[in-house]
T-cell receptor, first 112, second 112 residues
Framework: DQQVKQNSPSLSVQEGRISILNCDYTNSMFDYFLWYKKYPAEGPTFLISISSIKDKNEDGRFTVFLNKSAKHLSLHIVPSQPGDSAVYFCAASVVPGNQFYFGTGTSLTVIP | DSGVTQTPKHLITATGQRVTLRCSPRSGDLSVYWYQQSLDQGLQFLIQYYNGEERAKGNILERFSAQQFPDLHSELNLSSLELGDSALYFC???????????FGQGTRLTVV
């Protein structure tokens, strides 16, 4: 049972434009959400998180939006850079946390 | 560098064998998680330990077991290995229950 879904396996964006990665979840008990970035042959690297008491969190070029009623979150990267090319995973957990539930990932390619 | 150390980085072994994967969490992190990533799939949660005690169990096979030692390092034991066990195994550690988890570089297990 996939509780966290990333329906777009891949996304290509021109350098300098906005990248929008989407994630949907089914469990209304989730209240802590994260995005991770993963390069091949490396472990996932934490990017940004958001708790359910907020609907937006920004960190530099990265912004995460949370729509609890739609059970949807998105990651915006502005402006996109070639170094952002990686697989992006969204994850969710219930606080106090046990495991993170991960989506299947979206492979982002930023074209120079 | 996430501060989470996994050894070995690569492991090739034959079917039916047993292997042990090791994880040293970040200093001060009490929670350790194990995840499995099979080819082109998301991260599947296996098991979580908190301060030496098992806290949550996911889709972990009976042939697999884990433990967390008093110095907080953890080991994942995989026995009676099958070809389908070939995957990347990631360890992650976390300080609290409302913070992000940091992942190690992973152990790539190949069963031949």
């Amino acid at each position: 049972d996939q509780q966290v879904k990333q329906n777009s396996p891949s996304l290509s964006v021109q350098e300098g434009r906005i990248s929008i990665l989407n994630c949907d979840y089914t469990n209304s008990m989730f209240d802590y959400f994260l995005w991770y970035k993963k390069y091949p042959a490396e472990g996932p690297t934490f990017l940004i998180s958001i708790s359910s008491i907020k609907d937006k969190n920004e960190d530099g070029r990265f912004t995460v939006f949370l729509n609890k009623s739609a059970k949807h979150l998105s990651l915006h990267i502005v402006p996109s850079q070639p170094g952002d090319s990686a697989v992006y995973f969204c994850a969710a957990s219930v606080v106090p946390g046990n495991q993170f539930y991960f989506g299947t990932g979206t492979s982002l390619t930023v074209i120079p | 560098d996430s501060g989470v150390t996994q050894t070995p980085k690569h492991l090739i072994t034959a079917t039916g064998q047993r292997v042990t994967l090791r994880c040293s969490p970040r200093s001060g992190d009490l929670s350790v998680y194990w995840y499995q990533q099979s080819l082109d799939q998301g991260l599947q949660f296996l098991i979580q330990y908190y301060n030496g005690e098992e806290r949550a169990k996911g889709n972990i096979l009976e042939r697999f077991s884990a433990q967390q030692f008093p110095d907080l390092h953890s080991e994942l034991n995989l026995s009676s290995l099958e070809l389908g066990d070939s995957a990347l195994y990631f360890c992650a550690s976390r300080k609290g229950f409302d913070t992000e988890a940091f992942f190690g570089q992973g152990t790539r297990l190949t069963v031949v």
